[in-house]
């Protein structure tokens, strides 16, 4: 039975035109992966069907009813579940309250919670319960996400004898290898068979293991699924030699965290020049904020840096260049207007010249892009202002296959006896990197990644 029936959908973001003609069925209890290149419309399909975005033209019928402009509230209110490609958690409500607001159930706190906690050892984040989901991971995240979706899933399923229409954007982005296998297993004996399943994913190879089918989504249409020519980063032989140089940066006994919570337990490490080190570890083993600690962007943080042989206070220094989970763009800002406050460097031209469709997305909005062409613009931001040292947390966890070797392909152009990079990505194995693994805030091993 025809569960969800799109025709002819056409939707803009601050003036462009995202969907261009969206033609989409999907059967009830059925699971469709869409796939595509960054900026195809793929989240933005979601959000038109959950309704934060309006339709410009075209139908959206679910259940034999035309909900093309119904609210996200009426949707929630008739069985839609959705989740976001940025992990959406409430920063000042714990892990397991996070998981609980997501309750239909009426009765004490403590039952709720109760029911709730069930679903956190699901996702394997139990044992966070009670800390403030403003310190999470993004990876970690997500898992608290997944949680309060499934546990709508369950109470729906129970109350109900429509399955319930479940949106997912990119679910594994952000997590380690190990993670979104655990994530696929759980999708597959929570979700599969309770609920119509549409959701939106990078990672193929796991996206046709737990679909029914792929579609893939081109220019804001959507056609028949071709598997891609997918080249993969770890067979290139042109990174440097691994004999590094005297460390840029030299890291001794780092101390950091939020509020009360410490994170980072006393870390040594050096950042040769010429070199890339991959930061590698579980999701909330402390890569991201090392990252933060090492930008200066962490109040309180405690230990010795040296930039160049000197001592360095304070907020650091201007030629180290953080690009954040997510990108962290300004939403009202233009590209254009980005790359203004920060600077128009010759590299920054040379790598948006690198990577297909990066020069067009310079008049648009940071609010109007997809999550990959925040991505890239983000890149092409610190590429302009001419770094000597990026740190660079997940920068490519939203790209397309293609495009990630594209970025890594210049990244690894771009070292230099003056510059380095520190990285932390997950499910990409880089080759030429200094690669260091990180467990419970510290490090625990570094090793020199064979070329």
Known sequence: MLELDVGGLRASLGGTEVLSGVDLAVDAGECVGIVGPNGAGKSTLLNVLTGLVPASAGRVSWRGRDVTTSSIGAQVRAGLVRSFEAGAVWDRLSVLDNVAVGSLRQGPLAEVRGHASRFLEATGVANLA???AGSLSLGTARRVELARLLLRVHEITATSSSPPLVLL????????VPSKDRLVSILQSELRGRATILFVEHDHGRA???????VHMEAGRVRAYEPPLIRSECDED???DANSGAPLLELRGIRAGYGVTE???????????????????????GKSTLLAAIAGVLPGTRGHVTWRGRAVRDRGVSSIVWVPQGGRLIPSLTVDEHLSLTGRGPLGDEFATAVPGVHALSPRPAAALSAGQRALAALWIAFSSSPALLLLDEPTAALTPEARGI???FLRRWLSPERAYVLVEHGVDVTGTVRVHMEGGALRERENQPV
Do not use: S, W
Request: charged share 30%.
């Open 263 to 285: 994170v980072l337990a006393g870390v040594d490490l050096d950042i040769p020049t010429g070199k890339g080190v991959h930061l590698m570890g579980p999701n909330g083993c």
């Open 208 to 214: 046709a293991l737990l679909a029914d089918r792929l």
């Open 407 to 409: 970025v890594f392909d």
């Open 130 to 132: 009670e800390m403030d």
């Open 169 to 176: 954007d990119e679910p594994l982005r952000g997590l380690d």
């Open 238 to 240: 042109d990174a440097l």
